[in-house]
């Protein structure tokens, strides 16, 4: 394991120019910095600026985690889609909360969500389904993220058969697809340094879409 511990250590980190991010000119709400950062990450040529990790806590308390797409952000919260019987929806059934953490590797910044996860009603989950390209809503509709797979071929005619009932049935939506919104209550955005001074700013909701701003040690 010794070279590996020395390739690791010799991987560069914030390399090249990285973004200011001056605390005092913040906006008073977390969704409008965002917006800013998600523009300017944009801007930059950051691939999937809105793929974000969520993090859900499993059976027996066990943290797990994995990739989506930030689906909106309004006054209702940070919205993402996932099929009810999936590991990580049994996981927002069985405990309702999540953290996000967006990292965006150009400009050295990230930032941080937590707060109680809801599901919306079966209209606003309707139509994020239906708003999908064909393909991932045959994919979606196999109901069957995570589980063993004996064979490539029955992943191909799965969803061969799935993808012929898309098109057959245009407004076709799989009742198990949910659209969630996590109402957050920390919000927290992360600046990069070369000096390793990093700049920490962390949102803390305190009611009728109300915020207090506060700079955290690196």
Same mark, same amino acid.
């Given at each position: ?69 930030? &689906? ?28 996000? $953490? ?41 109901? &069957? ?11 191909? $005619? ?35 340094? &070369? ?24």
């Amino acid at each position: 394991m010794k070279d590996i511990r020395q390739l690791l250590r010799g991987i560069p980190v914030f390399g090249g120019d990285l973004p200011s991010f001056e605390v005092d000119s913040a906006p008073e709400r977390p969704g409008e910095l965002f917006v800013e950062w998600l523009a300017a990450a944009l801007d930059a040529g950051v691939r999937e600026p809105h793929a974000m990790t969520v993090s859900t806590i499993g059976s027996h308390g066990i943290p797990d985690a994995r990739m989506l797409i930030l &689906k909106n952000l309004d006054a209702r919260g940070w919205q993402f889609a996932a099929h009810a019987d999936s590991p990580k929806g049994r996981d927002l059934a069985a405990t309702p909360t999540a953290a996000l $953490t967006f990292y965006w590797p150009l400009q050295a910044r990230q930032i941080r969500v937590r707060g109680p996860v809801t599901p919306e009603p079966a209209e606003h989950s309707a139509a994020d389904f239906l708003a999908r390209p064909a393909g991932s809503r045959a994919e979606a509709s196999l109901g &069957k993220q995570s589980q063993t797979l004996p064979d490539r071929n029955d992943l191909e $005619t799965a969803t061969k058969q799935a993808l012929a009932t898309i098109e057959a049935t245009p407004g076709y939506v799989v009742p198990e697809w949910t659209l969630f919104t996590l109402d957050a209550k920390t919000v927290e955005f992360w600046q990069g340094d &070369k000096a390793r001074k990093h700049t920490r700013l962390r949102y803390t909701a305190t009611g009728n879409n109300l915020w207090t701003r506060e700079e955290l040690w690196p």
